[in-house]
């Protein structure tokens, strides 16, 4: 019949190069979603105690600004109406944290 590669090959070459741009975009897609898959979860504190009673979520939101994340070692201190930590410092040993764009959550465990 009239389906032959010689006689449309502007249809055939069009389905092979969408076909093959597709096929790329899909791998591409697969990389940045396994990328995205490691920034999930929450950290807990390395030094957070086993005995303490309370704990509390920290969420850190870096903007999107160029050079807006950072490599730099973060401390912090809790402070309430009545007590407040020691210096606890931010850390991941699984993946980078602070990245530009992300979104970083932490758990800290306080003795009150």
Not at 49 to 75: C, E, M, P, W
Not at 100 to 111: D, K, T
């Amino acid at each position: 019949a009239n389906a032959g590669f010689l006689k449309n090959k502007t249809i055939y070459l069009t389905m092979i190069f969408t076909s093959i741009t597709y096929i790329i975009l899909m791998i591409f897609a697969r990389f940045k979603d396994k990328k995205d898959f490691e920034k999930l979860g929450v950290t807990p504190l390395a030094d957070n105690n086993k005995s303490d009673h309370y704990y509390y979520q920290i969420l850190v939101f870096t903007g999107q600004r160029t050079n807006a994340g950072t490599d730099s070692k973060v401390y912090f201190v809790l402070s309430g109406d009545n007590d407040q930590t020691q210096v606890r410092l931010f850390s991941d040993p699984h993946r980078k944290i602070f990245q530009r764009g992300g979104i970083n959550s932490f758990i800290i465990a306080v003795p009150k």
